[in-house]
């Protein structure tokens, strides 16, 4: 079955570069999840998307912006990057917001700031 | 979100059922209770949810108690695969998860 996609898997950046992450959602999913992990941390939850529209948002860095596109894909931007934004960044996909809907995450992108 | 509360480590042998208790003591009765793994680095896994009856499904059993206060995760019969973080979070909103600290599981040979 078809899984979230996310790409690039690897990104090496310099500090105060920008970052650009993609990912694509199961085929059908309209919702998507942005969630950052620190080395040695659980995931925590950026921000979310249903329908194009954002949802919700959680530790989100003012620095960092979101969008989702018509095609249900999602993009995140970070700018200014600091050697703290070292980490994996995992996209998640679910059929919509109810709560009875789980979320499938993809393999993850690590960024690492140097 | 209500918080969880979950062993830091157990450990299982090979073949053995694996029981993985989470509390969650502040629960509404709107609120889901929700299993993920991560298996080393890798993207969460769904495996499964249940708002207040017991569930099954291909991976694993959910055994939710009558009062929803706390729940056990059941895997029938780990395999060294089955070495993971396991997270228990309970979910009032479709928006976001509340990881929590989780459970690493190891599966002895």
């Known amino acids: 079955a078809a899984g979230v996609i996310q790409s690039p898997r690897h990104l090496i950046k310099e500090k105060r570069e920008t970052a650009t992450l993609k990912c694509y959602p199961i085929?059908?999913?309209?919702?998507v999840y942005w969630y950052q992990q620190g080395p040695g941390q659980d995931p925590q939850f950026l921000i979310s998307?249903?329908?194009?529209?954002?949802?919700d948002k959680g530790s989100i860095p003012d620095r960092f912006s979101a969008q989702q596109f018509s095609d249900y894909h999602s993009e995140l931007n970070m700018s200014s990057l600091e050697l703290g934004d070292s980490a994996l960044y995992f996209c998640?996909?679910?059929?919509?917001?109810?709560?009875?809907?789980?979320?499938?995450f993809g393999p993850g992108t690590r960024l690492t700031v140097t | 979100d209500a918080k969880t509360t979950q062993p830091p480590s157990m450990d299982c042998a090979e073949g053995r059922a694996a029981n993985l208790p989470c509390n969650h003591s502040t629960i509404s009765g709107n609120e889901y209770v929700y299993w993920y793994r991560q298996i080393h680095s890798q993207g969460p896994q769904y495996i499964i949810h249940?708002?207040?009856n017991n569930e099954t499904n291909e991976m694993a059993s959910l055994i939710i108690t009558e009062d929803r206060k706390s729940s056990t995760l059941i895997l029938p019969h780990a395999t060294l695969r089955d070495t993971a973080v396991y997270y228990c979070?309970?979910?009032?909103?479709?928006?976001?998860?509340?990881f929590g600290t989780g459970t690493s599981l190891t599966v002895i040979p």
């Open positions: 085929p059908r999913h309209d919702t």
């Open positions: 998640a996909s679910s059929l919509g917001l109810a709560v009875l809907y789980e979320q499938y």
């Open positions: 998307f249903y329908e194009k529209m954002q949802s």
């Open positions: 249940g708002l207040k």
């Open positions: 979070i309970v979910r009032v909103t479709g928006n976001q998860f509340y």
